[in-house]
């Protein structure tokens, strides 16, 4: 069973930032983009940064400005770093790894932003 590892998330107060790691082991390979998704309770999970090979980065308006996707790729680790952070990013943030054979996702690490 391969396994993203994530790390990072807990509780910060509106305004803060925050930062998430996920790696991927190095049996994954032919990676073509790494995600992170967030899901709130009652909402469907929803794409909050995306970098595909080769660098090119997209996101939502919802976090565009505030939040940055990274990636190490001799580390196969992708990087969420969110500033300004507000109560409706309240979610669990789950990172996914896109081959051309398949989707990996990670566990999912709770972020809380308290107002």
């Known amino acids: 069973q391969v396994q993203l590892v994530e790390s990072g998330g807990g509780l910060v107060q509106a305004g803060g930032s925050m930062r998430l790691s996920c790696a991927a082991p190095?049996?994954?390979?032919?990676?073509?983009?790494m995600a992170w998704y967030r899901q709130a309770p009652g909402k469907q999970r929803e794409l909050v940064a995306r970098?595909?090979?080769?660098?090119?980065?997209n996101y939502p308006d919802s976090v565009k400005g505030r939040f940055t996707i990274s990636g190490d790729n001799a580390k196969n680790t992708v990087y969420l770093q969110m500033n300004s952070l507000k109560p409706e990013d309240t979610a669990v943030y789950y990172c996914?790894?896109?081959?051309?054979?398949?989707?990996?996702w990670g566990q999912g690490t709770q972020v809380t932003v308290s107002s």
């Open positions: 996914n790894v896109q081959t051309p054979l398949r989707s990996y």
């Open positions: 190095g049996s994954i390979s032919s990676i073509n983009a």
């Open positions: 970098i595909v090979k080769g660098g090119n980065t």
